[in-house]
Each structure stands twice: as structure tokens, then as C-alpha cells.
């Protein structure tokens, strides 16, 4: 299909999803959440077979990004900003469909499905506002939903997930041989808990246990309040690990770069890539994925909060700042090993401020 059709249709299928989400907004704020999944997933039924032809035509092999691996993307916060500076077509992976999933699924916790309804109604109004600033710059599309269901991805976090212990287990001997933090601690392979990750600015030189109790007393889960700290350990990181591989496996699928901005489910990419670093393609969308969420946490908001997102878009386009920079950062012959952090950080500052010089001289 011609990609200006595609274009065409995918400018077309966010008109009309702006005016599902106001209706769905509606429906929610009554409390008829069946009636919000049924109008979003009959849309998205309809619109499945242009969609999935749009993921697999309209931009060339892991040139387009996919906000992925976040409950929001904060324009409120300018974070559309940094996410828009590297490539040319860029997509929200709408989790909305997710939560209202998540939502008749869990019964156990009445604060987490109140949690959860409040969450729904927040993307609601997050997508709307997507598509009224950022419409033709940002697209958003249900990609986990329009996914094949890969059950490698729960194998592979199993995997890995058991990989951590001393001992050779299951799920049944997991939780018959641990109960508390302690016991896990114990159980743990020599030095794995300090690459274990709960919270976002967590402090790392917390132990495992005190790191874990924060979490555990901040965090509210889909569990039965009288939940072993095994079970609550097991369900946060199994999670984590299962959301890493299923962002690499979805961004394979759909020739993707991952746009990761949440640090722990970036911490476990990094720590699984070792298992892709012989597949070229993937090791090189891996490397994109790095930058991106290096560039997402050094890029200084306050020189932008002036413009507009458009103009902002067209200069970062003009001014070719992707490829500029990549161009720098490959002259390593495997930047994604050779590169070192410091390396890194020194090449995107030089180039965002470069950008923004000009940007400003420009304005």
C-alpha cells in the first residue's frame, strides 16, 4: 500500500479514536467500565488489519519509535519533547486496553481497582490531549494488543527469573522454601540482589531487604493483603523481567526502537540483552534504545518550554540531529560494547546543546 494512503489512514484512525476516548471519558466517569473496553476494543477490532499493514509498511526497519514500558507520557511534563528528537514516526503503545484488562481480571484488592479506574480515566484524557497537540507527530496505537501472544516471553522471565537462586526451582518449590525477604536474600545466587530493581531513584546502596520493604510499604499490587514477601517479590520482579522481554520481542515483531524512560524496566533490558547480542539487527535497535532513554533523562526541558512541539519537530528534522549523532556515537566499530557511559553522555550533551544553539538563534 501506498504510504501516503497509509499516512492518510493513520492520521484518519486518530480523528476518529479522539472522539471514542471522549465518549469512553463519559462512560467511565459513571462507573461503566465494561461499557469503555467494549467501545475501544470493537474499535480497534475494526481497525486491526489497517493497522497491523501501517506497523509492517509506512516507515523502514527500526527507524520509528515506540513510547513503551510507561503508564503515561507526560506532556505536561514536556516529555513529548525528547521523544520526538530521534526518528521520523512515533508511537504511544496505549496501554489503556491493558488496565481495563487488568481491571476485570483482579478482584482481590478494592483500592487496586479503584486505583486502576483512576488510572483508565487519566490515559483517557492523556491520549486526548496526545492527539490535540501532537496529532501528526505522535500516533497512538494499542501495538501490545495488536501483538501476537508469544509465550516465550513468560518462559524466558521464568527463566530468569529462577536463574537467581542457588538452587534449581519451580514456582511450587519457590514458594514452599521461601516466605520473607530474608529467606530470598539467602536463597539469592552471590551478589544478585545488587542487580535486582524495584523503584525508579531507589538508593543502591540500600540491601536488598530495606530496598525491598520500601517498595513493598509504597506500592500498592493486584495481592491479597496477607501475601508472603515471597509472593510479592516474586510478582514485582517477575513482572519487570516479563515487561523487558516482551518490549524487545514486541519491537522485534513490529521493527520498533524501544523508547524505554522508566529506569527499572530499562536496568532489566540492559541486563537481558546479553541474550540478543548475536542477532545484528536486534543488537543495533538494543543500542538505539540506550540513546534514546540516555537522551530522554539529559534533556534540559527548560530550553523548550517557549516552543511549540510542531516547530520544535520540524527544526529537529531540518537540523538531521539523529543521524547526526549516530554517526558520531558508530565510529566505534561495536559502540554498543566499546562506547563507554561517560563516552556516551559527552556526544548527546555536545549534540542537544549544538541543536539548541541553533534552535534559539533560530526563534
Given at each position: 500500500?501506498?504510504?501516503?494512503?497509509?499516512?492518510?489512514?493513520?492520521?484518519?484512525?486518530?480523528?476518529?479514536?479522539?472522539?471514542?476516548?471522549?465518549?469512553?471519558?463519559?462512560?467511565?466517569?459513571?462507573?461503566?467500565?465494561?461499557?469503555?473496553?467494549?467501545?475501544?476494543?470493537?474499535?480497534?477490532?475494526?481497525?486491526?488489519?489497517?493497522?497491523?499493514?501501517?506497523?509492517?509498511?509506512?516507515?523502514?526497519?527500526?527507524?520509528?519509535?515506540?513510547?513503551?514500558?510507561?503508564?503515561?507520557?507526560?506532556?505536561?511534563?514536556?516529555?513529548?519533547?525528547?521523544?520526538?528528537?530521534?526518528?521520523?514516526?512515533?508511537?504511544?503503545?496505549?496501554?489503556?486496553?491493558?488496565?481495563?484488562?487488568?481491571?476485570?481480571?483482579?478482584?482481590?484488592?478494592?483500592?487496586?481497582?479503584?486505583?486502576?479506574?483512576?488510572q483508565?480515566?487519566?490515559?483517557?484524557?492523556?491520549?486526548?490531549?496526545?492527539?490535540?497537540?501532537?496529532?501528526?507527530?505522535?500516533?497512538?496505537?494499542?501495538?501490545?494488543?495488536?501483538?501476537?501472544?508469544?509465550?516465550?516471553?513468560?518462559?524466558?522471565?521464568?527463566?530468569?527469573?529462577?536463574?537467581?537462586?542457588?538452587?534449581?526451582?519451580?514456582?511450587?518449590?519457590?514458594?514452599?522454601?521461601?516466605?520473607?525477604?530474608?529467606?530470598?536474600?539467602?536463597?539469592?545466587?552471590?551478589?544478585?540482589?545488587?542487580?535486582?530493581?524495584?523503584?525508579?531513584?531507589?538508593?543502591?546502596?540500600?540491601?536488598?531487604?530495606?530496598?525491598?520493604?520500601?517498595?513493598?510499604?509504597?506500592?500498592?499490587?493486584?495481592?491479597s493483603?496477607?501475601?508472603?514477601?515471597?509472593?510479592?517479590?516474586?510478582?514485582?520482579?517477575?513482572?519487570?523481567?516479563a515487561?523487558a522481554?516482551?518490549?524487545?520481542?514486541?519491537?522485534?515483531?513490529?521493527?520498533?526502537v524501544?523508547?524505554?524512560?522508566?529506569?527499572?524496566t530499562?536496568?532489566?533490558?540492559?541486563?537481558?540483552?546479553?541474550?540478543?547480542?548475536?542477532?545484528?539487527?536486534?543488537?543495533?535497535?538494543?543500542?538505539?534504545?540506550?540513546?534514546?532513554?540516555?537522551?530522554?533523562?539529559?534533556?534540559?526541558?527548560?530550553?523548550?518550554?517557549?516552543?511549540?512541539?510542531?516547530?520544535?519537530?520540524?527544526?529537529?528534522?531540518?537540523?538531521?540531529?539523529?543521524?547526526q549523532?549516530?554517526?558520531?556515537?558508530?565510529?566505534?566499530?561495536?559502540?554498543?560494547?566499546?562506547?563507554?557511559?561517560?563516552?556516551?553522555?559527552?556526544?548527546?550533551?555536545?549534540?542537544?546543546?549544538?541543536?539548541?544553539?541553533?534552535?534559539?538563534?533560530?526563534?
Amino acid at each position: 500500500m501506498n504510504n501516503n494512503l497509509l499516512l492518510d489512514e493513520l492520521n484518519n484512525i486518530q480523528v476518529e479514536y479522539r472522539t471514542i476516548l471522549i465518549n469512553a471519558l463519559k462512560n467511565i466517569s459513571d462507573n461503566d467500565a465494561d461499557a469503555v473496553v467494549d467501545e475501544i476494543g470493537v474499535f480497534w477490532r475494526r481497525n486491526k488489519k489497517i493497522v497491523q499493514c501501517i506497523l509492517r509498511y509506512l516507515y523502514q526497519p527500526y527507524s520509528a519509535y515506540v513510547f513503551t514500558a510507561a503508564t503515561i507520557l507526560d506532556m505536561d511534563d514536556y516529555e513529548h519533547f525528547p521523544f520526538v528528537s530521534l526518528g521520523k514516526y512515533h508511537f504511544w503503545d496505549d496501554p489503556i486496553y491493558k488496565y481495563i484488562t487488568m481491571l476485570r481480571k483482579t478482584d482481590v484488592n478494592r483500592d487496586f481497582n479503584y486505583k486502576m479506574k483512576e488510572q483508565i480515566a487519566s490515559t483517557i484524557r492523556d491520549n486526548i490531549k496526545i492527539i490535540e497537540q501532537a496529532g501528526g507527530i505522535i500516533y497512538i496505537l494499542p501495538i501490545r494488543l495488536l501483538t501476537e501472544d508469544n509465550s516465550m516471553i513468560y518462559k524466558a522471565a521464568d527463566q530468569a527469573f529462577f536463574s537467581m537462586f542457588k538452587d534449581s526451582l519451580d514456582i511450587e518449590s519457590y514458594k514452599n522454601q521461601f516466605k520473607t525477604i530474608s529467606d530470598i536474600k539467602n536463597g539469592l545466587l552471590p551478589d544478585i540482589d545488587t542487580s535486582i530493581f524495584f523503584l525508579e531513584d531507589e538508593d543502591s546502596g540500600l540491601d536488598l531487604e530495606t530496598r525491598f520493604t520500601v517498595y513493598k510499604e509504597s506500592t500498592l499490587l493486584p495481592l491479597s493483603s496477607d501475601a508472603t514477601d515471597a509472593e510479592v517479590f516474586w510478582f514485582v520482579v517477575y513482572s519487570y523481567l516479563a515487561q523487558a522481554f516482551d518490549t524487545i520481542l514486541l519491537s522485534a515483531e513490529h521493527r520498533l526502537v524501544p523508547y524505554v524512560r522508566f529506569k527499572v524496566t530499562f536496568k532489566y533490558i540492559l541486563q537481558i540483552s546479553g541474550h540478543f547480542v548475536d542477532n545484528e539487527e536486534i543488537s543495533d535497535m538494543l543500542f538505539k534504545c540506550v540513546i534514546s532513554h540516555i537522551l530522554h533523562h539529559k534533556f534540559d526541558k527548560q530550553k523548550i518550554y517557549e516552543i511549540d512541539i510542531r516547530d520544535y519537530y520540524e527544526a529537529i528534522r531540518s537540523y538531521n540531529f539523529e543521524n547526526q549523532m549516530f554517526l558520531e556515537l558508530k565510529q566505534q566499530d561495536n559502540p554498543f560494547t566499546n562506547l563507554s557511559i561517560s563516552e556516551v553522555n559527552t556526544i548527546i550533551n555536545r549534540n542537544l546543546e549544538s541543536f539548541f544553539t541553533r534552535l534559539h538563534h533560530n526563534n
